[in-house]
């Protein structure tokens, strides 16, 4: 008998076909091709994205869910498919967890405004961190001054890593919720949410993890992570704008209140009383964005396809490389140097503001963000108006970024 020994080869990501599929990319910006570093903000979208879109409104455009029509049956059909989708996406149990919403700020704000109100009362704790984006501050800042509730911050290190023994002393009886950043969008920080996670349990509170940034560049297994809640943006995942889910625990949905009133989210109503929907639809009043949550799906078979694992090993090569070549460049400080990052790079040059570094860049082709970065109190604890960031997507290579050295060489001679 002959025995065969099996090897598995893991092959590695073909970035050049991988660009053909998005083109955008072959577009020129002040007369050079366009390098997009801006994958933080929005991704961008492949041919298949945009032909689900097209087909949609050029084949069976129609309103969901209420019509008996050929048209609406398919457009049903297609919508529906984007729930089972992103359900087997983050390993949810049940469709029914499932909740279409604009996006990851909707998210958030639909639990503010249900679980929030009706869950947190006078003297009531929650936390969040110090490198948390805007739209998870300002929904729990509004639900604190409604209900005279405390909102805790987590502090961080200077590699911009949160204080894990300073949050476990947080925790305690009053605390009723922790509303954590899974990836950091300024600072590309991995946070550990699983220990988060428990640790908030063991002291009766919930847990919110934004996926905003983490669900393109993580495997995301809501059931294991055991996140009460998880909200993320379609258009960060290679998807259209304008679409979200909002993932949470079954039980939690169900003795929730309901968020906004309208069609679709009713089973029955009266003048006297209404009676609500049945889980997903009692989160989903008014006709929602169709076209988008199915070209949705088709951003998420992009991501099955490619294979998330190759996704990810070719980002962290960039992020390597981008580093190491970044750090050569005089004056320049990154500000967030993390051991468990995601493909995200955020700068400063010494003596320059970023939005100088940015218009100079983007005079070369090169898109990055500049500012804030929604995250004004974190930029606040670097001491810093804002930074530079270049965030890297599946479709970047390793020559961009020579791009971009070569651009901030030029920068750093013509400012300093
Ligand atoms: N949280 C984080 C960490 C983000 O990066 C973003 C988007 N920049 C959001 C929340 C908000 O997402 P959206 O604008 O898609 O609602």
Redesign the pocket.
């Known amino acids: 008998m002959t025995m065969t020994r099996s090897v598995t080869i893991q092959e590695g990501l073909d970035v050049y076909s991988i660009r053909k599929q998005f083109p955008i990319l072959d577009r020129e910006v002040k007369g050079r091709r366009l390098v997009y570093f801006d994958n933080?903000?929005t991704s961008q979208k492949p041919q298949s994205v945009i032909d689900a879109l097209v087909n949609y409104y050029t084949n069976y455009n129609a309103n969901i869910h209420r019509g008996i029509h050929t048209l609406a049956e398919e457009a049903t059909a297609a919508f529906e498919a984007t729930r089972d989708a992103a359900r087997q996406f983050i390993h949810a149990a049940s469709r029914e967890e499932i909740i279409f919403t604009?996006?990851?700020?909707?998210?958030?704000n639909l639990v503010a405004y249900t679980w929030g109100r009706q869950n947190i009362k006078a003297g009531d704790e929650i936390i969040i961190s110090a490198m948390?984006?805007h739209?998870?501050i300002v929904p729990w800042q509004i639900v604190c001054e409604e209900k005279n509730a405390v909102l805790k911050i987590i502090p961080i290190n200077d590699e911009g890593e949160l204080l894990m023994p300073e949050y476990e002393k947080m925790l305690g009886p009053k605390t009723k919720l922790v509303s954590i950043?899974q990836?950091?969008?300024a600072l590309g920080t991995v946070n550990p949410v699983k220990t988060m996670i428990d640790a908030a349990h063991k002291a009766g509170a919930l847990v919110f993890v934004?996926g905003?940034?983490s669900t393109v560049h993580l495997d995301i297994n809501v059931q294991e992570m055991d996140c009460d809640f998880f909200?993320f943006?379609a258009?960060?995942l290679y998807g259209p704008?304008g679409v979200?889910i909002l993932y949470g625990k079954k039980h939690l949905l169900e003795s929730m209140p309901v968020f906004q009133g309208g069609g679709e989210m009713i089973k029955e109503v009266t003048f006297e009383k209404t009676i609500y929907n049945d889980l997903p639809y009692k989160y989903e009043a008014g006709t929602p964005n169709i076209a988008d949550t199915i070209a949705f799906k088709t951003a998420l078979d992009f991501i099955q396809e490619t294979g998330k694992e190759k996704i990810r090993k070719h980002e962290q090569e960039l992020l390597v490389y981008a580093t190491s070549q970044l750090e050569q460049i005089p004056g320049l400080r990154i500000i967030g140097t993390a051991r468990e990052k995601t493909s995200v790079i955020s700068f400063i040059i010494d003596k320059t503001h970023p939005q100088d570094i940015g218009i100079l860049l983007d005079n070369r082709g090169i898109a990055v963000r500049t500012g804030h970065?929604?995250a004004e109190p974190l930029m606040r604890r670097f001491g810093i108006p804002g930074t530079a960031r270049a965030s890297f997507a599946v479709y970047n290579t390793k020559e961009e970024i020579d791009e971009l050295v070569t651009g901030l060489q030029k920068v750093v001679k013509m400012l300093l």
């Not at 604009?102 to 958030?108: A, L, N, P, S």
């Open positions: 933080a903000a604009r996006g990851t700020t909707e998210g958030i948390e984006h739209s998870n950043v990836v950091s969008n934004d905003a940034q909200a943006s258009h960060k704008t979200g970065h929604c």
